[in-house]
T-cell receptor, first 114, second 114 residues
Framework: KNQVEQSPQSLIILEGKNCTLQ??????????LRWYKQDTGRGPVSLTI?????NTKSNGRYTATLDADTKQSSLHITASQLSDSASYIC?????????????FGAGTILRVKS | EPEVTQTPSHQVTQMGQEVILRCVPI?????FYWYRQILGQKVEFLVS????????KSEIFDDQFSVERPDGSNFTLKIRSTKLEDSAMYFC????????????FGEGSRLTVL
């Protein structure tokens, strides 16, 4: 059972364009949701962490939203750059029921073309 | 900026051999983790370590795996007798506040078992 589902699986956009990546989760109750950027062959790098009480959080050109009622989150990237090409991973921290672990989504592979 | 350092970056080994992967976490971190990512798949939790002992481990982390922090700085993952399916990228991560806070990942060690 996939507890964190991301869509689309992959996405190609032109440099300068905006895009939105989606994350739906079933982990409940949860305490926080994170978005990570992972370049090919590298470790994940944190973009945002949101608790259940936060609706939106920005980090430069990255804006994450969270709707804890519908268990959905999105990551919006504004004015994309070639360096934004990476996998974007949604990660949910579960409660003790999930062993207090981070549950990773499969990621959305974003490719920004010039 | 301090970072998590992992060695080796890539190790090739024969099936049945022992492998030790090393990590130097950020010095003021208290919580440490190992994750793995099989090529093309999700990041998976292996084990968490706090106060010099394992606090949690996944089903993947069987008795072929062990972790230790022998000298208060290095954090190692040992695989006693490697199997083909152990081929993956292994990430060390650390943080100040466990799952409540930011996690900082290393660049990973790629293990190839032949």
């Amino acid at each position: 059972k996939n507890q964190v589902e991301q869509s689309p699986q992959s996405l190609i956009i032109l440099e300068g364009k905006n895009c939105t990546l989606q994350c739906n989760y079933t982990v409940s109750p949860f305490s926080n949701l994170r978005w990570y950027k992972q370049d090919t062959g590298r470790g994940p790098v944190s973009l945002t962490i949101m608790t259940f009480s936060e609706n939106t959080k920005s980090n430069g050109r990255y804006t994450a939203t969270l709707d804890a009622d519908t268990k959905q989150s999105s990551l919006h990237i504004t004015a994309s750059q070639l360096s934004d090409s990476a996998s974007y991973i949604c990660v949910v921290r579960g409660s003790m029921e999930y062993g207090n672990k981070l549950v990773f989504g499969a990621g959305t592979i974003l490719r920004v073309k010039s | 900026e301090p970072e998590v350092t992992q060695t080796p970056s890539h190790q090739v080994t024969q099936m049945g051999q022992e492998v030790i992967l090393r990590c130097v976490p950020i010095s003021n971190h208290l919580y440490f983790y190992w994750y793995r990512q099989i090529l093309g798949q999700k990041v998976e939790f292996l084990v968490s370590f706090y106060n010099n002992e394992i606090s949690e481990k996944s089903e993947i982390f069987d008795d072929q795996f062990s972790v230790e922090r022998p000298d208060g700085s290095n954090f190692t993952l040992k695989i006693r007798s490697t199997k083909l399916e152990d081929s993956a990228m292994y990430f060390c991560a650390g943080g100040m506040n466990g799952m409540a806070g930011e996690l900082f990942f290393g660049e990973g060690s790629r293990l190839t078992v032949l």
